[in-house]
């Protein structure tokens, strides 16, 4: 694993996506590179709880926005023992999972992305889109680890 610098590991707050993070955490240890977290708000859903609700786009975007950094917060301090000695900067962007992670990857300059074999999306998503995990492994020019919920890691 020489080479590595920058981790990037999307997050949706899944135990899957925990695992990977604390993973993400023992390979940073390890080569001395920096863990960058990564969560987007999904502009999918986000359209369609306006489409259900009648709050505006913006209170559903700031309630979601809040969340996830409060969720970010919670797993930072989860991993406060494990995470020590590791550089880790947070990002929360808004838009089309895969499509961010493969653009946030690009753009940082990421040497690997480490990310949970599966996530949060609904069944009928993952039906007719694939999961995002198949999408950023189709579309990634870097390696991609794909850390299953059965790979147990203790924050």
């Known amino acids: 694993m020489k080479g ?3 981790i990037l590991v999307p ?3 899944s135990e899957c996506s925990k695992n990977a993070f604390y993973y993400s955490l023992d390979i940073a240890r390890e080569t001395k590179a920096s863990v ?9 859903l986000v359209n369609e709880m306006v489409r259900l609700d009648i709050s505006t786009k913006g209170q559903i975007k700031k309630k979601l926005e809040k969340n996830a950094k409060s969720e970010l ?3 930072m301090a989860e991993s406060l023992k494990k995470r020590k000695g590791v550089k880790i900067r947070e990002r929360l962007e808004e838009g089309i999972p895969f499509i961010k ?3 946030e990857s690009k753009d940082l300059g990421a040497d690997i992305i480490v990310m949970g074999s599966f996530g949060t999306s609904s069944p009928m998503l993952r039906f007719f889109f694939g999961s995002t995990v198949e999408q950023v492994l189709r579309g ?5 680890v794909c850390v299953p919920l059965s790979e147990v890691i203790e924050g």
Do not use: A, G, H
């Open 101 to 103: 992670i493969l653009k």
């Open 4 to 6: 590595i610098k920058k």
């Open 11 to 13: 997050v949706d707050f």
């Open 140 to 144: 990634s020019k870097i390696p991609v």
């Open 73 to 75: 917060d919670r797993i």
């Open 36 to 44: 960058f977290l990564l969560n987007v708000i999904d502009s999918e």
